[in-house]
């Protein structure tokens, strides 16, 4: 209940700053959270739009990047959060994260999942860059990464989109995390990057839309984040999506202007 809370209350603080959270109701008491029985409800106005399920176009990248700036621009004044959002693709041991693949196989095979032999493939795959890359990929990090009040689950199922127009941001988590780690989730959306053969302007856009709402990131930080985009998604425990070779090819990215090439 109070992890919830200091969400809706989080949400709340982008909203009078321009960022796109629908309005939050409170009771008679003036709280936003009802309690009833064993669960706690609240009353948001609907938002316009739905969530996309195609991948990033350059103009919803450019948008993108700028709600996420200014929200992490906004946040920078914010209190940090006491729950802190973990790092396994930074930490987690490889071979345990590959050993996770089992899981996901007895899963998929109980389920009758009709992709078993494709995801045979592909999850053996995933294993091969977890110990080919994982070590190199860690390696070129900075030492120290800025942490600060953030949504934490900045993704695509969490955006309302209205042609090209993101309408609604939602489901904060409220924590405290590594502003790279969420640019770089965006910027290089694991749909886009296997299926769009614009990701890599897609991701250009986002940045520079980015930087241009909240220049205080380290450029540092911003390099990073292709490369903490790359272990999330090949430490991640669910079946994977095929990456780009391009993308798994892009060992120091620089993110520059639109025009600029991530190399």
């Not at 316009?48 to 996420?68: D, F, K, W, Y």
């Not at 790279?180 to 890599?200: I, K, Y």
């Not at 450029?219 to 998604?233: E, G, H, K, M, P």
Request: charged fraction near 20%; glycine fraction near 4%; hydrophobic fraction near 40%.
């Amino acid at each position: 209940m109070e992890h919830a809370q200091a969400s809706w209350d989080m949400s709340a603080y982008c909203r009078t700053a321009r960022v796109p959270v629908p309005r939050v109701w409170t009771d008679r008491q003036g709280a936003t959270l009802t309690r009833f029985e064993d669960a706690a409800w609240v009353v948001m106005d609907e938002a316009p739009g739905r969530v996309a399920t195609a991948p990033l176009t350059v103009p919803r990248a450019q948008h993108t990047g700028l709600l996420l700036g200014r929200m992490h621009r906004v946040l920078a004044s914010y209190p940090r959060p006491t729950r802190v959002r973990q790092t396994r693709w930074r930490t987690a041991d490889a071979d345990e994260v590959a050993a996770t693949t089992e899981t996901v196989l007895a899963r998929a095979s109980a389920q009758g999942d009709p992709r078993l032999e494709h995801l045979h493939i592909e999850l053996a795959q995933r294993r091969e860059d977890l110990h080919t890359h994982a070590a190199r990929l860690r390696a070129g990090l900075p030492d120290h990464l800025v942490a600060q009040a953030g949504h934490a689950d900045f993704t695509r199922t969490n955006l309302l989109v209205q042609e090209d127009v993101i309408t609604a941001i939602l489901d904060f988590q409220g924590e405290t995390c590594l502003q790279a780690w969420e640019l770089g989730r965006a910027a290089f959306d694991p749909r886009t990057v296997a299926n769009s053969p614009s990701w890599m302007s897609c991701a250009l856009r986002l940045i520079d839309a980015y930087r241009a709402e909240n220049p205080g990131l380290p450029l540092t930080d911003v390099r990073a984040s292709a490369r903490i985009a790359l272990l999330s998604c090949c430490s991640a425990s669910t079946a994977p999506r095929p990456l780009s070779t391009d993308f798994l090819r892009q060992q120091q990215p620089t993110c520059g202007s639109s025009g600029s090439s991530a190399r």
